[in-house]
């Protein structure tokens, strides 16, 4: 079926190329979509998800097989250096080889680098911010990270020839692309402080192991009790928020380590304040609302690009799926996409790039 597809379109939009999102279950199909499109010449960027998603259901299995421009090229990367200066420098380079602008006052003009990252690279807010210090003023950003909610290494991104860990995939995509990310995870009363971490682990807060901390910061805001056992499948509900000047950003405990520390997609910084966040109810609007006010002037009846936190659906489970029929329907689009494990977004005043979790991130 898939050879009888691309020798079809492939026909009939000679010299573009595909982005496939390939569901973790079925990763086996990533070396037969490889060689279907070697031999056809069809250029592939591609990365490995938890799930797929559309308006009417959340799955485990498939791909998402999508035609690119030939105006957006890509590139792809594995074994990322463990400096994040010189992983953003390696990062930079690369993208500017794909035929970046000059730097650009008017922000809505510049290119959108679609980041692929492997979710095992424990730094990717300073990777972010070093690739935005080299290309400063010349692309906006959005992105996930992918692989396996499993949370274990695996080789996750790929081209027509290779398949890779550790890495990144960058599309540019070229043009006014419009991409907007919401969480709607609104803070509470408690407040810490990550006072020892490392990347993307927090060590300490307040001065206590970080495990002993949370917990009685979850127990008294929620009265639920914590565990070694139940850590990823209660903290989707009570997850940490990283208090900055400008915004409050999500972080999803994921693992208990043996000395009581936590690790966690995305770093903590030296010094956070920490407030234990409210995950939001089934039904609430605010998600779909912010998303929509920024999607309003859009085509309706385009598909939307949409990348949903694989913590977050843990936290809604069978509603998940009721908030993305709701954005399809409020937004009257067609909704595709996959389960991510992180999200990239651009400020918009400031235009650096972001690292969320729990967030829905939609792409026109």
Same mark, same amino acid.
Not at 54 to 61: D, L, W, Y
Not at 104 to 123: H, W
Not at 329 to 337: A, K, T
């Given at each position: 079926?898939?050879?009888?597809?691309?020798?079809?379109?492939?026909?009939?939009?000679?010299?573009?190329?595909?982005?496939?999102?390939?569901?973790?279950?079925?990763?086996?199909?990533? !070396? =037969?979509?490889? &060689?279907?499109? $070697?031999?056809?010449?069809?250029? /592939?960027?591609? #990365?490995?998800? +938890?799930? @797929?998603? %559309?308006?009417?259901?959340?799955?485990?299995?498939?791909?998402?097989?999508?035609?690119?421009?030939?105006?957006?090229?890509?590139?792809?990367?594995?074994?990322?250096?463990?400096?994040?200066?010189?992983?953003?420098?390696?990062?930079?380079?690369?993208?500017?080889?794909?035929?970046?602008?000059? !730097? =650009?006052?008017? &922000?809505?003009? $510049?290119?959108?680098?679609?980041? /692929?990252?492997? #979710?095992?690279? +424990?730094? @990717?807010? %300073?990777?972010?911010?070093?690739?935005?210090?080299?290309?400063?003023?010349?692309?906006?950003?959005?992105?996930?990270?992918?692989?396996?909610?499993?949370?274990?290494?695996?080789?996750?991104?790929?081209?027509?020839?290779?398949?890779?860990?550790?890495?990144?995939?960058?599309?540019?995509?070229?043009?006014?692309?419009? &991409?907007?990310?919401?969480?709607?995870?609104?803070?509470?009363?408690?407040?810490?402080?990550?006072?020892?971490?490392?990347?993307?682990?927090?060590?300490?807060?307040?001065?206590?192991?970080?495990?002993?901390?949370?917990?009685?910061?979850?127990?008294?805001?929620?009265?639920?009790?914590?565990?070694?056992?139940?850590?990823?499948?209660?903290?989707?509900?009570?997850?940490?928020?990283?208090?900055?000047?400008?915004?409050?950003?999500?972080?999803?405990?994921?693992?208990?380590?043996?000395?009581?520390?936590?690790?966690?997609?995305?770093?903590?910084?030296?010094?956070?304040?920490?407030?234990?966040?409210?995950?939001?109810?089934?039904?609430?609007?605010?998600?779909?609302?912010?998303?929509?006010?920024?999607?309003?002037?859009?085509?309706?009846?385009?598909?939307?690009?949409?990348?949903?936190?694989?913590?977050?659906?843990?936290?809604?489970?069978?509603?998940?799926?009721?908030?993305?029929?709701?954005?399809?329907?409020?937004?009257?689009?067609?909704?595709?996409?996959?389960?991510?494990?992180?999200?990239?977004?651009?400020?918009?005043?400031?235009?650096?790039?972001?690292?969320?979790?729990?967030?829905?991130?939609?792409?026109?």
């Amino acid at each position: 079926m898939l050879a009888r597809w691309l020798d079809g379109w492939a026909g009939e939009v000679p010299g573009a190329g595909l982005f496939a999102l390939v569901a973790e279950r079925d990763r086996a199909l990533v !070396p =037969m979509i490889q &060689a279907e499109c $070697r031999a056809r010449g069809v250029t /592939l960027v591609g #990365a490995v998800f +938890p799930g @797929l998603l %559309s308006e009417s259901e959340i799955s485990s299995e498939g791909a998402w097989l999508l035609p690119t421009l030939r105006s957006s090229p890509h590139v792809l990367l594995g074994d990322l250096p463990d400096d994040a200066e010189a992983a953003g420098r390696t990062v930079a380079m690369a993208a500017a080889a794909l035929r970046l602008p000059e !730097p =650009m006052e008017d &922000a809505s003009a $510049r290119p959108t680098l679609l980041l /692929l990252f492997d #979710a095992m690279v +424990p730094n @990717l807010s %300073s990777l972010l911010a070093a690739i935005h210090g080299e290309l400063r003023g010349r692309v906006r950003y959005a992105g996930v990270s992918v692989g396996s909610e499993t949370f274990q290494p695996m080789p996750c991104l790929f081209d027509a020839e290779r398949l890779v860990g550790h890495g990144v995939a960058v599309l540019l995509v070229p043009g006014a692309v419009q &991409a907007a990310l919401a969480h709607g995870y609104p803070t509470t009363r408690s407040l810490g402080r990550a006072t020892g971490t490392d990347s993307n682990r927090i060590d300490h807060i307040d001065g206590r192991p970080a495990f002993e901390a949370y917990r009685d910061m979850v127990r008294a805001e929620a009265g639920v009790e914590l565990t070694a056992e139940n850590l990823y499948t209660e903290g989707v509900h009570h997850p940490f928020g990283l208090v900055t000047a400008v915004d409050v950003l999500v972080r999803i405990p994921v693992a208990l380590q043996a000395d009581g520390s936590l690790s966690f997609i995305g770093e903590v910084p030296p010094n956070s304040a920490l407030r234990v966040l409210r995950a939001p109810k089934p039904g609430e609007p605010h998600t779909v609302e912010t998303l929509a006010r920024a999607f309003g002037d859009a085509r309706r009846g385009d598909p939307l690009m949409t990348f949903y936190c694989a913590g977050r659906r843990a936290h809604f489970g069978a509603a998940a799926v009721d908030e993305v029929r709701m954005l399809s329907e409020r937004l009257s689009r067609p909704v595709l996409g996959a389960l991510s494990l992180g999200e990239v977004d651009t400020h918009p005043e400031l235009g650096h790039p972001r690292f969320h979790n729990a967030g829905v991130l939609c792409v026109g």
